[in-house]
């Protein structure tokens, strides 16, 4: 199994402009979920997902959409990027919304928006 | 807002010592998790302990949970160089699920001094 994977690993940004970030697992989970990490900040959740065609707002979710057509895809869409969401972004699964176990994280895309 | 905090922010000591670090959290929990990033990489679920658990263990790794004071600590004995890394605590939420919508503290940046 490949896990979570996250593309692309590096993307550079000028303001105003858009883009998706890729997130795929093979586990068959059915969460999904999107966090942004800045230093000194920890993690903050974006949006999760509880399974396929199913999307809801975490912490810090303005300027992000995300959508759930399959299990084992949940992009994340920059819709017009701004300086402030300069971070790196991780992709995480779990097996069930309703079944505690440990999250799988991607390796994570470093965005950075000039 | 931040569910975990975790204490304290940095910490160094000597390889073969231990390392005892803290999470305070502030609502109700069904289960807390430590996870490890290390530089540049995606978290590494450690450890889960559930409400009703005050201690666990797993190999070098003994967690508590004190529900009542709403904190717990994670104490990593005999301590190398690659424990190096990152620490944090995720916390869900009793009123949304058992495993959905993690809030992660800041991190606690361990560095082991060979």
């Known amino acids: 199994n490949a896990g979570v994977t996250q593309t692309p690993k590096f993307q550079v940004l000028k303001t105003g402009q858009s883009m998706t970030l890729q997130c795929a697992q093979d586990?068959?989970?059915?969460?999904m979920s999107w966090y942004r990490q800045d230093p000194g900040m920890g993690l903050r959740l974006i949006h999760y997902?509880?399974?396929?065609?199913?999307?809801d707002q975490g912490e810090v979710p303005n300027g992000y959409n995300v959508s759930r057509s399959t299990t084992e895809d949940f992009p994340l869409r920059l819709l017009s990027a701004a300086p402030s969401q300069t971070s790196v972004y991780f992709c995480?699964?779990?097996?069930?919304?309703?079944?505690?176990?440990?999250?799988?994280f991607g390796p994570g895309t470093r965005l950075t928006v000039l | 807002s931040q569910q975990g905090e975790e204490d304290p922010q940095a910490l160094s000591i000597q390889e073969g010592e231990n390392a005892t670090m803290n999470c305070s959290y502030k609502?109700?929990?069904?289960?807390l998790q430590w996870y490890r990033q290390n530089s540049g990489r995606g978290l590494v679920h450690l450890i889960l302990?559930?409400?009703?658990?005050r201690e666990k263990h797993s190999g070098r790794l003994r967690v508590t949970l004190d529900t009542s004071k709403k904190s717990s600590s994670l104490l990593i004995t005999a301590s190398r160089a690659a424990d190096t890394a990152s620490y944090f605590c995720?916390?869900?939420?009793?009123?949304?699920?058992?495993?959905?919508?993690?809030?992660f503290g800041k991190g606690i940046t361990l560095s082991v001094r060979p």
């Open positions: 995480a699964s779990s097996y069930s919304p309703g079944v505690p176990g440990e999250q799988f």
């Open positions: 609502t109700s929990i069904n289960n």
């Open positions: 586990m068959n989970h059915e969460y």
């Open positions: 997902s509880v399974g396929a065609g199913i999307t």
């Open positions: 302990i559930r409400s009703n658990e």
């Open positions: 995720a916390t869900d939420d009793i009123n949304t699920g058992a495993n959905s919508k993690l809030t």
